[in-house]
């Protein structure tokens, strides 16, 4: 990314898509999810906090992979944790 967001953000060069519509985690545990995200670093896809669990940012605090990608079809943004930067792609 060469514009927009923090320098998380611009540090991203190629946008890691989902290899499934599902919460890795949430699989595991028989939950449900409200919408998905796909980690910038690792490229795991979990659920949003508008999910009861949270996957996602709880992942970013315990792992320090800062950037996320919405994995939801049609939307194009990126969003950084540590500095609360979104940019779209």
Same mark, same amino acid.
């Given at each position: 990314? +060469? @514009? #927009? #967001?923090? @320098?998380? /953000? =611009? #540090?991203?060069? @190629?946008?890691?898509?989902?290899? %499934? =519509?599902?919460? $890795?985690?949430? /699989?595991?545990? #028989? &939950?449900?999810?409200?919408?998905?995200?796909?980690?910038?670093?690792?490229?795991?896809?979990?659920?949003?906090?508008? +999910?009861?669990?949270?996957? &996602? +940012?709880?992942? !970013?605090?315990? +792992? &320090?992979?800062?950037? /996320? !990608?919405? %994995?939801?079809?049609? $939307?194009?943004?990126?969003?950084?944790?540590?500095? @609360? !930067?979104? %940019? $779209?792609?």
């Amino acid at each position: 990314m +060469s @514009d #927009g #967001g923090c @320098d998380h /953000i =611009r #540090g991203i060069g @190629d946008v890691k898509h989902e290899k %499934a =519509r599902q919460c $890795e985690e949430c /699989i595991k545990i #028989g &939950a449900r999810w409200v919408h998905l995200r796909t980690c910038q670093t690792c490229g795991v896809t979990l659920c949003c906090d508008s +999910s009861p669990n949270k996957h &996602a +940012s709880k992942h !970013a605090r315990t +792992s &320090a992979h800062p950037v /996320i !990608a919405s %994995a939801e079809p049609g $939307e194009r943004w990126l969003y950084c944790y540590p500095d @609360d !930067a979104f %940019a $779209e792609y």
